[in-house]
């Protein structure tokens, strides 16, 4: 954990030095921002995934940048439930799982084209893809998934930054994050 705070403040003070040098500048353009109803409505369920927070999107064989519409995206949640809704209600016996991932292929919102997936136990309950287990974690410990990329040098193998979380009490905001993992995801197992 240290490597990585020292890594991030080296990072930090090489782009303000840079900056007060003149060496970056960044000019803030005109936006607007305005609602998307037809990707909003790729999330309406009602039944299996119906919802997740957390929300991360990776191109799987692409550089990042402008949407390619021949590509693949893979779409990562973190908290994620899983069951029937009724009446935008969830129907009693429904599951939290701690992740989950979408794939969508292209750019456009097309229900057709997006597919939603989460892992299940040996006896077919709903189950977090990625749990903590290596030296450092403990029980009841689950990832928050954060952010990832792909490494085109490495044979497109996924690399995401993974929290660890640890409930402190009863409450909902209860936990503390003592530790992260780099998930290690090689292709083909993406």
Request: proline share 7%.
């Amino acid at each position: 954990m240290k490597q990585i705070l020292a890594i991030i403040f080296f990072l930090i003070g090489t782009f303000a030095s840079n900056s007060v040098q003149g060496q970056h500048q960044f000019k803030l353009e005109n936006f607007t921002v305005e609602a998307a109803p037809e990707w909003t409505d790729l999330f309406y369920r009602n039944s299996g995934w119906f919802g997740a927070d957390g929300i991360f999107s990776i191109a799987l064989h692409a550089n990042e940048g402008p949407c390619d519409p021949n590509q693949k995206y893979m779409l990562y949640f973190s908290d994620t439930y899983i069951g029937e809704v009724e009446d935008g209600k969830p129907k009693p016996g429904y599951k939290m799982v701690n992740n989950s991932v979408a794939y969508l292929s292209g750019c456009e919102p097309d229900p057709e084209k997006i597919t939603f997936q989460y892992n299940r136990d040996s006896e077919g309950t709903p189950s977090s893809y990625f749990v903590p287990s290596n030296s450092k974690s403990k029980k009841g410990q689950y990832y928050w998934l954060g952010d990832g990329f792909v490494n085109k040098v490495n044979g497109d193998t996924m690399y995401i930054f993974a929290y660890h979380v640890e409930m402190t009490g009863p409450n909902v905001f209860d936990f503390a994050e003592p530790d992260v993992s780099i998930l290690v995801i090689p292709p083909g197992e993406q």
